[in-house]
């Protein structure tokens, strides 16, 4: 088999799993593990998955083409999305006014928290919205602008005009990459001025992360690891990347 080919079965095999063995593809592909290694590094080049010790795990990078992949990313890791969510909204105080950023994760946040009538969310996330116009009752505050198609988010001039005077208790966002020295990383850079004034309407800034995203680091700088106070991630991830961050003063907690 050519190695291309071996390439795109593993990259298929990994979207669908989340995770594979290096052991195991060695033997599926009857191939040594070495070269199995090759072909994992040469993926995570190209940003498709995230070595880890025997194997690797899937990144948060899925193509932004189209406007159906927001959806196709809330099948991905659902479960440990759920996880997050849940932990998080356990964090929210009663009459609290949070901001829950655009996203997977944040959505399922928003799912976890309808139940809420004791709490005022701001959000620039259509998915947020319309979750909790639809099956809530808190008071909620949406914030328009212009319209990122594939993320069903607000962002630019009119969305920042509003930032510019909230403040909150806590910030909840989800991110496309974090590393400890690389920090806070965006795929999208028309939005980071966006994203950096929400961080800022908060001391409190908590960031939803899937295990896919530690270590990722996306194509622009967001922000400084220190512009976190809590990242809540998955088991799974790299316990020298976790030690890593910890060693910068942000809070890591694994659920």
């Known amino acids: 088999m050519y190695k291309e080919e071996r390439q795109r079965i593993i990259s298929d095999l990994i979207s669908k799993n989340s995770s594979i063995n290096v052991a195991e593809l060695a033997k599926a592909f009857?191939?040594?593990p070495m070269t199995i290694r090759r072909d994992l590094?040469?993926?995570?080049?190209?940003?498709?998955?995230?070595k880890t010790y025997g194997g690797a795990i899937a990144t948060a990078n899925l193509s932004l083409d189209g406007n159906e992949h927001l959806d196709d990313r809330m099948k991905l890791l659902a479960a440990e999305k759920r996880r997050i969510a849940n932990y998080i909204a356990?964090?929210?105080e009663p009459s609290e006014m949070i901001f829950l950023?655009?996203?997977?994760?944040?959505?399922?946040?928003?799912k976890a928290l309808s139940f809420r009538t004791d709490i005022t969310v701001v959000t620039n996330a259509l998915t947020v919205m319309e979750e909790l116009a639809s099956n809530a009752n808190m008071t909620l505050i949406g914030i328009g602008g212009f319209l990122r198609r594939n993320e069903y988010s607000f962002y630019g001039h009119f969305t920042e005009s509003i930032l510019k005077d909230l403040h909150v208790n806590k910030v909840i966002m989800g991110i496309r990459g974090?590393?400890?020295s690389r920090g806070l990383t965006t795929d999208f850079p028309q939005e980071m001025q966006t994203d950096r004034m929400i961080m800022q309407t908060?001391?409190?800034?908590?960031?939803?992360?899937?295990?896919?995203?530690?270590?990722?680091?996306?194509?622009s700088a967001l922000a400084?690891?220190?512009?976190?106070?809590i990242i809540?991630?998955?088991?799974?991830?790299d316990p020298i990347l976790i030690q890593q961050i910890r060693n910068k003063h942000v809070r890591v907690e694994i659920v």
Do not use: C, W
């Open 101 to 110: 950023g655009s996203g997977t994760t944040t959505t399922f946040i928003a």
């Open 232 to 237: 809540v991630t998955t088991e799974g991830v």
């Open 224 to 229: 400084p690891l220190s512009a976190a106070r």
């Open 202 to 219: 908060s001391e409190n800034v908590i960031i939803a992360a899937d295990r896919t995203k530690i270590g990722y680091v996306a194509s």
């Open 41 to 50: 590094s040469e993926l995570e080049q190209q940003g498709l998955l995230i």
């Open 30 to 32: 009857k191939a040594s």
């Open 90 to 92: 356990r964090m929210i």
């Open 178 to 180: 974090i590393h400890p």
